[in-house]
């Protein structure tokens, strides 16, 4: 069975850090790997997204992730942070072998970016 | 590009009562999915449409809850009657088709059962 975990409900970091928020996973086979932000009041927007290649993917809002195999994590990373990234973060799992194409999501992780 | 819409965007109802959320995907977009979001806890999927066929139900909770996705455009999830651990966020998402895409959420409908 697919699952993911966050393993931090909580993330706090200083404007103009950088921060990370982690994630890793477990799924047979290779995974698809996403990453959503919800801000408050308001639905989940994709941020990126894994699915083969680089292992460095670059998404919105000057977002990153790293996937990493053999630690099967698939990090959040942004060199340098805004009041504005605090909100509600997602990773998500898609198996590729799994017929009905849904997302496992993780728990969430709330970042807060203190000015 | 109009997102996904979701009306109502709250429900407050007393327990045993019947509620239906509706779901309005992009236009075009033959996949349509519904989560929720209980108690602050992992979003948790409950079915997957490809245009008006259920593809995959397994994540419906009971047989409380009923779902449509009439001539393949939108959705709807009925509740009846709710209970008190219904209470939570329903998503909604669509995708163009299978394959490697993301899913585009909607705002949520945040229910509340009494």
């Known amino acids: 069975a697919q699952s993911v975990a966050q393993p931090e409900d909580q993330v706090n970091v200083a404007e103009g850090n950088p921060l990370t928020v982690k994630c890793t996973y477990s799924?047979?086979?290779?995974?698809?790997l996403f990453w959503y932000v919800q801000y408050p009041n308001r639905g989940l927007q994709f941020l990126l997204k894994?699915?083969?290649?680089?292992?460095l993917v670059k998404g919105s809002y000057g977002f990153e992730a790293e996937f990493n195999k053999s630690q099967t994590s698939f990090h959040l990373k942004k060199p340098s942070a805004l009041v504005s990234d605090s909100a509600l973060y997602f990773c998500a799992v898609r198996d590729p072998d799994n017929y009905g194409q849904n997302f496992v999501f993780g728990p969430g992780t709330r970042l807060s970016v203190l000015p | 590009e109009a997102g996904v819409t979701q009306f109502p965007s709250h429900s407050v109802i007393e327990k045993g009562q019947t509620v239906t959320l509706r779901c309005d995907p992009i236009s075009g977009h033959d996949n349509l999915y519904w989560y929720r979001r209980v108690m602050g806890k992992e979003i948790k999927f409950l079915l997957h449409?490809?245009?008006?066929?259920?593809?995959?139900e397994s994540g419906m909770p009971n047989n409380r809850f009923l779902a449509e996705r009439t001539g393949g455009t939108y959705s709807t999830l009925k509740v009846q009657p709710a209970e008190l651990e219904d209470s939570g966020v329903y998503f909604c998402a669509s995708s163009p088709f299978r394959g490697l895409y993301e899913q585009y959420f909607g705002p949520g409908t945040r229910l509340t059962v009494t």
């Open positions: 894994y699915i083969t290649g680089d292992n």
């Open positions: 449409f490809v245009k008006e066929s259920k593809q995959d």
């Open positions: 799924v047979s086979g290779n995974p698809y």
